[in-house]
């Protein structure tokens, strides 16, 4: 694996990772949205090893999926071709804070079209503000 990529891992079923393998990933728009929009969720390594990405996509899908589990390895390019959101980037983290915050009134209402869905059970806004048209 060269410095342009990242390995991380995606926890699902067995029945979607076989889909996933013969077809590749596909991002499906949901109503209700997940915690940070329409896409692919991966767990990757942290600077100090305090936790295991691959146990973390387990236990994730344990929690949120239904049917025998598994976790695929996922490489991702990291180059500037690729969007990819890095939660821990100190200037991601400041600029996120400051547009949640302007726009926490907005998500309010919109939330308040939403009738289920795990994001809306955990009041994880972010998915529903990224997804939101207008």
Known sequence: MDELSLETFHGTTREIATIILNEGFKIIPKEVTNDLGNGIYTFCPDD???????????????????????????IIDTSSQTTYIDLDDPVFMREWSKIREQLEHRANNIWKKYSTGSAKRRHNIDGILLESKG
Do not use: C, D, H, S
């Not at 100090?48 to 695929?72: F, H, S, T």
């Open 48 to 74: 100090y090893g305090y936790w295991n990405p691959e146990e973390n996509a387990k236990r994730y899908a344990k929690q949120y999926k239904r049917g025998k589990v598994i976790v695929l390895k996922v």
